[in-house]
């Protein structure tokens, strides 16, 4: 399994655009890059997967290098509620057994 | 549409007990896969269950098993309870081994 590297920690303000990188040098051609987010007592938020170049929906943009050893998940104009632990996986696109890192912990402030 | 549900909330035990947690998917799934998160880290994969077996398994001691319902509910038991036990165990649920997983809120254990 890919490991991956994301910095510990964020601070952002409202309003301002995060983006948080990860790395994962050694991910193979089959993997997928996913993206999820997590609330202290909840479980983790599925916000988005991309295999390569840019994906986009609602909440999110992810965008991958054509060498796919690094991928950034950018977070538009955050809010206080976006203050939560967002964790990069490399997996093989299945629901089998995800790897979870330690995260990063991103501090939305006013 | 229920999305997952996890019960108990919160649990306490003793060292040495034995305890069950249970996990209803959200509807139209059918793989249920459990987590373990201790504070401040990741969660890490226990096992993965579709069609009532178990089919993935991570690096856990055979003291934790699991079990899936034709309903495509499941359980999770965990024997001969360790302190190193105490942790939120997750349950998350896909349609067909796929992704994404959606996960509950967890059951809070605390081992005494």
């Known amino acids: 399994l890919a490991k991956t590297t994301q910095p510990i920690s964020m601070d952002s303000y409202e309003g301002q655009e995060v983006n948080i990188t990860c790395s994962h040098n050694n991910i193979a051609t089959n993997d997928y890059i996913t993206w999820y987010q997590q609330f202290p007592s909840q479980g983790p938020r599925f916000i988005i997967q991309g295999y390569k170049t840019k994906v986009t929906n609602e909440v999110a943009s992810l965008f991958i290098p054509a060498d796919r050893k690094s991928s950034t998940l950018s977070l538009p104009r955050v809010s206080l509620s976006d203050t939560a632990v967002y964790y990069c996986?490399?997996?093989?696109?299945?629901?089998?057994?995800?790897?979870f890192g330690t995260g990063t912990r991103l501090q939305v402030t006013l | 549409d229920a999305g997952v549900t996890q019960s108990p909330t919160h649990l306490i035990k003793t060292r040495g007990q034995q305890v069950t947690l249970r996990c209803s998917p959200k509807?139209?799934?059918?793989?249920v896969s459990w987590y373990q998160q201790a504070l401040g880290q990741g969660p890490q994969f226990i096992f993965q269950y579709y069609e009532e077996e178990e089919r993935q398994r991570g690096n856990f001691p055979d003291r934790f098993s699991g079990h899936q319902f034709p309903n495509y509910s499941s359980e999770l038991n965990v024997n001969a309870l360790l302190l190193g036990d105490s942790a939120l165990y997750l349950c998350a649920s896909s349609f067909f081994e796929g992704l994404p997983l959606f996960f509950g809120s967890g059951t809070q254990l605390s081992v005494l």
């Open positions: 509807s139209g799934h059918d793989t």
């Open positions: 996986l490399v997996n093989t696109g299945t629901a089998s057994k995800l790897t």
